[in-house]
């Protein structure tokens, strides 16, 4: 028995995001566009403007006199722990007590009629500080002696002394790489609402509702069932969503309990940029060997990361850049150790790759070393190196690379970009061109997917089946414009075999779903997905069971298609079979869970294998550069990117896409300035450059690796597409070098930091034309 229609937005098909034209019409409801109750007050921080120094008293008097004040919060009003730390570490305070740790730190905050009155008060604060010397760097750390903000990782294997010690080619270096903004469109905002007795309400734009739910209820001193976090969307995240959010809910739902009223927070940009963290800066010494042919023999390299006055995400970040400092290439020989510093700074924390672009820059830094070194393609050093084969096939942590696709992808990428001759065209065009300077580079990316901390990989999801047929979806994740959302209930009406329209895709909230993870390390579709699928095989299967008993069938009979249900020869609508099920008494509601199979980690040993699966992928990018004023322009990017089976290739599209500018992003024009004062300058898309449409690339192909399929069990043997294709950006940045390179006849790597702005470039340029 065959239908003859199927259903709309099953998996593998191209779909438009769920909400995609509330956005474009400005009907998508984010956290500042929920309806106020009477009486609604608002808060804003009142932040240091100083980077260090002991706090001997703050002097509010001229504060709770402003016009519209109600009253003002400090370390002495929180009823609870006064920390956030994500970690547990209590070396976050909501307010300090008697230090002051970075320029911008929030030490009180202003409870107003309004938002401005709020904003205006705080100016009016008198604090009382002895300055103190500061650090703002990690090197000016480790030279001050400033401590680990969390034990360092080392990874090691084999023997790296006596290699590196006896080595013919043999090459040193320090790379500087830059930290990035998130500027995402919505910044942060909290709203709170008090309930009776101990009771929370809390909208908020957070990647991790469950953490901001606990943080709460540790600031607060209550139960976390006493708080509900709910998010119904947020615009951009990136990481920066992950855990700064902890002190915005906080303040707010501090404020709402002791008022009895509803609470705003909504920091202006500048204050929003610098009171919270951002992608850690490193600085990296790397020291390594290699034979005649190129090929690496052994690897020494230190990461040391600002990592600002608290911890964060700070480990499991530094450790994550040791993870991809292999990126897609065998190390025989391998030590890598992470020195996460403390700064006085503000307190960076995750961003989209999670510590993972840091590590796989230096990487494409040291292949980049050895073609200048050798006088090859740096493409042919980068294939010389790859994993593959017997005995090169074990990561730095020890696990092995099985899945390992990179020969055919970049292979095919060579060709479909026409990389050779391009390359080829490119250097007779330096040889006559005195000013205009081009250059090329393909590169790839291997990474890894999912969260080291091992206990995040898990996911809960709620599925009800109405008694009209529709169908309510709830999980944990968290949309924030990447389509995850769309790509779960996708997976749901596929499982169910009824179209898109009839999945009702609800608000994340800690009522439903607890103990979530954080939608972050690109699992979001991958955890959720299963979870959600898991319950809608519980319903399933109950209705099977009601089918088979009612119908007098065999189970095996009972048939999910189209709409409708196959029951032995009948045909029964899916409505009407849930409507009888109903009234059968058929449980039509299930709860799933998710766990990641396979994965285990011990960092005291350095060993184990943190990642479920790797994704790939590889882009070629042209770019000019005019030696005269350092300015350049990327000409054109071709991409090839591996996601497994799409579950929705135009959304996959898109990922790959966006990931690319905003790595292009950081490594070119987005630059973090601290004065000497430690002051953040670049506070403002005014100061802070993140690329505008006229930088994309002049052409810009991407395409899909449709011929891979995720080897292990995943959502329909889809791969994640968040953060690996951030790191294609990286071919831009190895593009301009080429370009610098140029100048002296690409006989030395010219070393950039990145980001690469166009003074760097000119800077370059001088150098090498200097050292020619």
Known sequence: MKDNVSITGSAHTDRIHDSAIKHVTGRADYTDDIAQPDGTLHAYLGVSDVAHAKLNGIDLSDVLVAP??????????????????????????????????????????????????????????????????????????QEAGYPHVTAPLKLERGEVDPVLASASHRIKGRMHVGGQDHMYLEGHIAFAIPGEDDDLILHCSTQHPSEAQHMVAHVMGVPSNAVVVNVRRMGGGFGGKESQMNLFCAVAAMAAKK??????????????????????????????????????QAVDGSFAARCGFSADLSGPVTDRALFHADNAYFYPNVRLTSHPMKTNTVSNTAFRGFGGPQGVIVAERMMEEIAYATGQDPLDVRKANFYGGEGRDLTPYHQQVEDNILDRLVGELEETAGYRQRRRNIIAFNETSPVLKKGIALTPVKFGISFTATWYNQAGALVHVYNDGSIHLNHGGTEMGQGLNTKVAQVVAEAFQ????????????????????????????????????????????????????????????????????????????????????????????????????????????GQGSPFYYFAYGAACSEVTIDTLTGEYRVEQTDILHDVGRSLNPALDKGQVEGAFIQGMGWLTTEELWWDEAGRLRTHAPSTYKIPLA???????????????????????????????????????????????????GYRKCPRLDAPATPERVLMAVARMKTEA
């Open 68 to 141: 519209g004040v109600i009253g003002v919060l400090t370390a002495k009003d929180v009823p609870g722990v006064n920390d956030i730390s994500p970690t547990g570490l209590n070396d976050e305070p909501v307010f300090p007590t008697d230090r002051i740790q970075f320029h911008g730190q929030p030490l009180f905050a202003v409870v107003a009629e309004t938002r401005d009155a709020a904003r205006r008060a705080a100016e009016l604060a008198k604090v009382d500080f002895e300055a103190l010397p500061h650090s703002l760097d990690p090197i000016a750390a």
């Open 259 to 296: 008022w009895n009223r509803a609470v705003k927070v909504r920091p202006d940009r500048d204050q929003d940029m610098t009171a919270t963290g951002k992608r850690h800066d490193f600085v990296i010494d790397y020291d390594f060997a290699f034979d005649e042919a190129g090929r690496i």
């Open 498 to 605: 009824v179209d898109f329209e009839r999945i009702k895709i609800t608000k994340t909230t800690t009522e439903k779903v607890p103990n979530t993870s954080a939608t972050a390390a690109s699992s979001g579709t991958d955890l959720n997905g299963m979870a959600a699928l898991d319950a809608v095989e519980q319903i399933k299967a109950r209705l099977v069971t009601f089918a088979a008993e009612k119908w007098d069938v065999a189970p095996e009979a009972v048939i999910f298609r189209a709409n409708h249900v196959h029951v032995g020869e009948q045909r029964i609508a899916f409505d009407a079979l849930v409507k009888a099920a109903y009234l059968a008494r058929v449980q039509l509601s299930a709860a799933g869970f998710y766990k990641t199979p396979k994965i285990h980690w011990d960092r005291s040993k």
């Open 694 to 744: 006229s930088d994309r690339p002049r052409v810009f192909n991407v395409d899909l690796a449709d011929w891979s399929e995720n080897r292990e069990l995943t959502i329909k043997r889809s791969k994640a597409v968040g953060e690996p294709p951030f790191m294609l950006g990286i071919s831009v940045f190895e593009a301009l070098s080429m370009a610098v390179a140029s100048v002296a």
